[in-house]
């Protein structure tokens, strides 16, 4: 039996980066959905409930950027792991981006992506047991 790739959604307003993008990812093991802007992405999430993450430019057309989209898409799917890619940016701002996401400055090598985005897959696939904090810890609360 073989394991389905795990659903990728792209968004990118570069045509031709979007393009290398999804064919290098596709490459890389997953199938890939693409989407221009925001509006076409919320889409894409609203039709799809397979998408296991979300690699998202922050500068996109229409008004709204990659943060405002991940947080309307956190609303959708709360869990979604994001990943935000810039290369105007060199870190996502403090306090814009979700919890949990990732940011991949541009250029970056599709290999990498690939392998950031696998790893936010298993951490939401694999969530970490909540711990008590020690008995002493508890008491002197």
């Known amino acids: 039996m073989h394991a389905e790739p795990p ?24 199938e890939v959905i693409e989407a221009g802007d925001a509006r076409e992405a919320l ?10 993450a979300m690699l ?11 943060f ?12 979604l792991p994001v990943v935000y890619a810039s290369g105007r940016y060199t870190a996502a701002e403090s306090g814009k981006s979700v919890d949990g996401s990732r940011f991949l400055a541009k250029p970056f090598a599709p290999s990498l992506a690939a392998n950031v985005i696998r ?7 694999h969530p970490l047991p909540v711990q008590e904090p020690p008995t002493d810890v508890r008491r002197a609360v």
């Open 43 to 52: 889409s894409r999430i609203c039709e799809r409930n397979d998408i296991s």
């Open 7 to 30: 659903v990728l959604l792209v968004v990118e307003d570069d045509f031709l980066v979007r393009l290398t993008m999804a064919d290098a990812l596709t490459d890389g093991g997953f």
């Open 56 to 66: 998202t430019d922050i500068n996109l057309p229409g008004g709204e950027d990659g």
């Open 119 to 125: 790893d936010l897959i298993a951490v939401d696939a």
């Open 68 to 79: 405002a989209l991940a947080r309307a898409v956190r609303v959708i799917r709360p869990d």
